[in-house]
């Protein structure tokens, strides 16, 4: 039980990563390093009590300093799409850079996943916790404010991996802050997720354009294979022919989620009948991005795997993609002084 340190290699400016292994008192264990705060291994038991790693990654630190699939990552200081990497603030115009075509994606090119932060290890009502902050500087990717950045992990008895995101600026700036886990239920070496079962709740999504951008429209789910409102095969209807799916190459999405923002509540379940386990999502946060894996192509990953298209899936608890165009969805926007809370939990479980 409790947090072990290791050396994690260093960065190329020498700087030493560290890589926690948080243990619950059921034996399984998650690992992160400072490095992007990146979730780099989950590992808990099936159906019949095996332990197996239920989230893509590598094994070493330069993998990760190439990844391009934001493997585990924090993201930040904004996750998801702006279109036209660039925003306006009060009457100002902000540029951030552009690493997606015209457009900003996940932070940028030296987004918070590709930083090194501090890490502690703190008490908390469910024992220890993994501390990571890091200054965001002011003009970093073109962002305004220096924002002071912290995510505390914590792996309970229950097996949830609780995160708890705050932020401060010392000017108005905008924060949205995500982790971008890729799952396997099975196991992250087991190929396919489409025979999972997903459910997402919310009846309603933001559609996008062909730079996979929300276009402000809000729609329903019903009738559309966007419909998760009851667990359903994520490739049960991953190859219709339809409009948002083509755009995407299949689900990559934004959903609303009807909470009230204050405690986390339940956002998206996803049931794997091959080794029984479960993982629920929990969040403060108003949307949820499910991303299938799409641009996955032959990436070799942790103990030789190689992951393919669709090997893993993501759920990104966050601000509408776009947000700051589109007035009517929630406001990323964070006041001078003010502080940024969010709260988003995976709990696993297994079914008989
Ligand atoms: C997010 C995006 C996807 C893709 C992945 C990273 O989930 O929504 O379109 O960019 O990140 O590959």
Known sequence: MGIERMP??????????????LTNAAGAYVQIIN??????????????????DVVLGYDSLEEYVQDRNYFGAIIGRTANRTENACFELEGVEYKLGKNEGNNHL???????????WDAEMVGSKDGESLLLSYLGKDGEEGYPGNLQARVRYTFTDKNELVMEYGAISDRDT???LTNHSYFNLSGHQSGSVLGHKLMICGDRF???DSALIPSGEIRSVAGTPMDFMELTAIGARI????????????????????????????????????????LEVFTTK???????????????????????????????????????????????????????????????????
């Not at 590992?43 to 197996?52: A, S, T, V």
């Open 8 to 21: 994690f290699g260093k960065t190329a400016d020498g700087k030493e990563v560290s890589r926690f292994k």
């Open 174 to 176: 905008v924060v949205n």
């Open 286 to 352: 108003p949307g949820i991005q499910f991303y299938s894996g799409n641009f996955l192509d032959s990436v070799l990953g942790k103990e030789g795997a190689l992951y393919g298209k669709r090997s893993g899936f993501c759920l990104e608890t966050q601000y509408f993609p776009n947000s700051m165009k589109h007035k009517h969805f929630p406001s990323p926007v964070l006041k001078a002084g003010e502080e940024y809370r969010s709260t988003t939990i995976y709990r696993f479980s297994v079914v008989a």
């Open 206 to 208: 933001t559609p996008i």
């Open 239 to 278: 190859g219709w022919d339809d409009g948002q799916l083509l755009h995407a190459g299949g689900y990559d999405h934004n959903w609303i989620l009807g909470n009230g923002g204050k405690v986390p509540e339940k956002a998206a379940e996803v049931v794997d009948e091959t080794s029984g386990r479960v």
């Open 106 to 116: 996940h932070g940028g090119v030296a987004g918070f996943n590709k930083a090194l």
């Open 35 to 52: 490095y992007g705060g990146i979730i780099t291994a989950i590992n808990l038991p099936d159906r019949e009590g095996r332990l197996g």
